[in-house]
Every structure is written in C-alpha cells, then in structure tokens.
C-alpha cells in the first residue's frame, strides 16, 4: 500500500519515520528537541519563511483577495527591496508589519505600495544533510 510522506523543505529535517525509530529513547530525544527555544532573532545567512501581502493595489476592487506572496529562502540572498530586507530583520517569527515601499524610478514610474510582511519562521544557517553521511550502513 502507499503511504503518502511529506517533508518539509528545510535542509536537516524530513519527517518520515521508520517504526522502529518509535522508541522511548527516540520519542524522549525529539521532545526534547521540539521544547528547545526558537530563534527570535535573525542574522544573514539564516533561512526564513514568510508571506507578502499587497495592501494598495489600485486594480484591487472591494471584493476581490489581496495578493499573498509566500518566501522561503536565505536572508541577504534572496533578491528583495530594502525597504523588506530593513523590516524582516527586527521581526521576530509571527509578527506582521507593513511597510511602506518607494519602487524606483525606472519602474513602475516612481509608484509606491503598502505591503503586509509576516515572519513564519527563522532557522539557524546551517549546512544541507550529505545522504551518505546520514544513511545506515551495512557491516563491510
């Protein structure tokens, strides 16, 4: 039978467990792991996830959704204004803050937006997992 198994797209983390990894030794080990403290504060380098919300869209009529944006990715390598970069690094993960962005003038004809940016997440910079490493190998 399938079993569908989902992961998430942080590097070190995949969440498909074999049943024999279900022992109280482990279980205690990954408790322990999920009740360490988040990271509330970021530095370049880390990895982030976020959402972008317009708030003025000329083209937005009163029944019509706001666009939302979902980011993931490294901060100072993703390309961004910044007005964004400058607001997501005094976040600390779920806060929301709308920021007043000037395009420049060689585009959108020097327009401005209100933009809705909300912090999911902030982990640590860290190196993605080598499989060779982090597979269980037989006796040679």
Known sequence: AHIPQYADGWPDIYHAYHPEMRTPEVLKDWSEMLRAPRQL?????????????????????????PDVYCVRGRIGGI???????HALMSMS????????????????????????????????????PIVADTVLRGVA
């Open 41 to 65: 504060a970021m530095s370049y380098g880390d990895l982030i996830s976020f959402t972008l919300t317009t708030l003025s869209n000329a083209r937005l009529a009163a029944e019509v959704e």
């Open 79 to 85: 390309k961004m204004l910044p007005e964004l970069e």
């Open 93 to 128: 993960p779920g806060d929301e803050e709308i920021v007043h962005i000037a395009y420049p003038p060689w585009e959108h004809e020097n327009g401005w937006a209100y933009i809705m940016v909300k912090l999911i997440d902030i982990k640590p910079y860290g190196f993605q």
